[in-house]
């Protein structure tokens, strides 16, 4: 468990998500270290948000969202590749490798893109190795319980 | 508004190196709304400075965030001064104001710039600030039609254009408009071309960075024997 990076998805509810299910629904194989966070959109997510899941440790970051120009609310995935954009400067700035954080766009129906992308973003961060910042890894994971139990519950409209 | 844009992490961190304990201080006025101190972006760079300090093999040490509703007013500080007892140190996100502000208040307090104070100026387009005013203390856009020749035009000329102005840019940058051109088109607008063709009289510049600090009392809105606290 230790060796395996832990990834963090926030995924659209509209795209990313649903794709997430797909994958499932057709038995698709994909690394299980993702952790998958629900947004409403990809435009909800916050350059504060990426920056809290690298200082709990978590080893990448995925923000997917769809398709250029098929955005449920128009732009709201427009905006996050901007503040994605932002987050890796930052990273930069800090010392973190900025490939551990990408931004994929996928529509609901790709279901095996989902897959190839959790994939691909496991390789890569298995060759980057643990981030340094990591705790233990089952900190790691209550971290990462914690946050995606606050996103439903803001998601659910029970947020004070 | 007062336009700042923030430091870079590593700068930041390196002013901090000789403290343990940090709070980071933003502004809830002009910093907020320029997207460069207020409570997000103060949260955004705490979090980043955590980070930053962990990787440098100083995790140890504390760094918190608050912010205050305006950093320049010695009323709203009063909000900020008993936490800051717990901390050796504090890192500013407001303009140079609010910097100063916070060191005056806390006098045995070593206090830090978390921004770089860039300007007076105004949103033109989502995410870009332009820069309107040089607060140079003798306000003439009534002359040039309400547009401030010494910070529109790159030469801060009073009897302009210069011979650099092409196609109502300026010679400085392609990008940049030329203020003079500016200044012409809305005076030609308003019917007042007339007022151009006066010589502008030199500026006076003793109002502006000149003989130290600048200061504006009020006599009538003065309370005798109550200064700034101690």
Known sequence: ?160 | MIVADRKSVPEIRDMIQDHQRVLLVGCGTCVTVCLAGGEREVGILGSALRMSLKLAGRGDVVVDECTIERQCEDAFIDLLAQRAGDYDAVVSFGCGAGVQALAERFPNMPVYPGLNTQFIGILEAQGVWTEKCAACGQCRLGEFAGICPITRCAKHLFNGPCGGSRDGKCEVNEDLECGWQLIYDRAKALGILEKLEAIAAPHDWSTGLDGGPRKVVREDQCIAGLGPKA
Do not use: W
């Open chain 1, 1 to 160: 468990m230790d060796k395996q990076p832990v990834i963090l998805a926030f995924c659209c509810h509209y795209c990313a998500y649903a794709a997430a299910d797909l994958a499932g629904s057709m038995r698709l194989q994909y690394p299980d270290n993702v952790r998958v966070l629900r947004l409403p959109c990809t435009g909800k997510i916050e350059v504060n948000y990426i920056l809290a899941a690298f200082e709990r440790g978590v080893d990448g970051v995925i923000v997917a969202g769809c398709l250029e120009g098929g955005c449920h609310f128009l732009e709201g995935n427009l905006r996050a590749r901007k503040r994605v954009e932002r987050a890796q400067q930052l990273l930069t700035e800090i010392g973190l490798e900025p490939e551990r954080l990408e931004m994929f766009n996928l529509s609901s129906a790709e279901g095996a893109r989902f897959a190839e992308i959790v994939t691909q973003m496991s390789r890569r961060l298995a060759q980057l190795g643990p981030s340094p910042l990591r705790p233990d890894p089952e900190t790691v994971e209550q971290h990462v319980q914690q946050m995606t139990q606050q996103a439903e519950a803001a998601l659910a409209g029970d947020a004070k």
